[in-house]
């Protein structure tokens, strides 16, 4: 009995320092990016917007990738409803927000930002292999209505990431009261119009590539 006592106690003490150091290190990893919150704005960004224009110019080997030709065939269907999703995450948060209901916007806006990781985990799978896809229609149609309504879309996705990526690391890193202290909520209201702008825009391309043609 006796010899047992020593053993709990010291995996008992270890478990608690383990924890504490734990603790210790989660808050100073958010604290240091609290205070750097622009500067991993850019990173983010940076790093995102490299993988999509590096996977639409061909610079990623497609032979990195596995090809499933069923989820290829799949992946523009997928992301048209990952955008209608998205659509209606962002407009639930826009207006729990309004109504004062922080928590459901949380929740809402965290939702929308995984939808839009998916649809851009699935957009660079499908592109790096078979890249971007061709419209289909007649020609005038491509020049003068297909092409500067994508020019525009794409415009506006690039445009968004970095106030999405603000967004969400200045809520992250900062308590709520402490938030109207940044400019999380002029970031956030940016970044929601954006994204419903570019989505909805998505969703005519996908139906004028895959539907109307």
Known sequence: MCDTIPSNISAAASKNIYSAAGATVRMATQEWARGHVPELTVLLSAVSLALVFGAVLRMIPAG?????????????????????????????????????????????MLASFGLFAAFLLLYLYRVTIVGPSDFPG????????????????????????????????????????????????????????????????????????????
Request: charged share 10%; aromatic share 10%; glycine share 4%.
């Open 64 to 108: 990195v990738l596995p090809r499933s030709e069923a989820l290829l065939v799949l992946v523009p269907h997928l992301n048209a409803v990952i955008s209608l999703a998205a659509i209606g995450t962002i407009l639930s948060g826009v207006r729990a927000i309004r109504r004062g209901e922080v928590a459901r916007h949380r929740v809402r």
């Open 138 to 213: 007649p020609e005038t149609v491509r020049t003068y209505l297909y092409l500067p309504f994508l020019a525009v879309h794409i415009s506006l996705a690039v445009l968004c990431v970095p106030f999405v990526f603000y967004a969400l690391l200045s809520a992250g890193t900062h308590p709520i009261s402490e938030l109207p202290e940044t400019n999380h909520r002029w970031a956030g209201r940016i970044a929601a119009t954006l994204w419903l702008v570019s989505f909805s825009m998505g969703l005519v391309i996908y139906a004028l590539l895959y539907h109307v043609y």
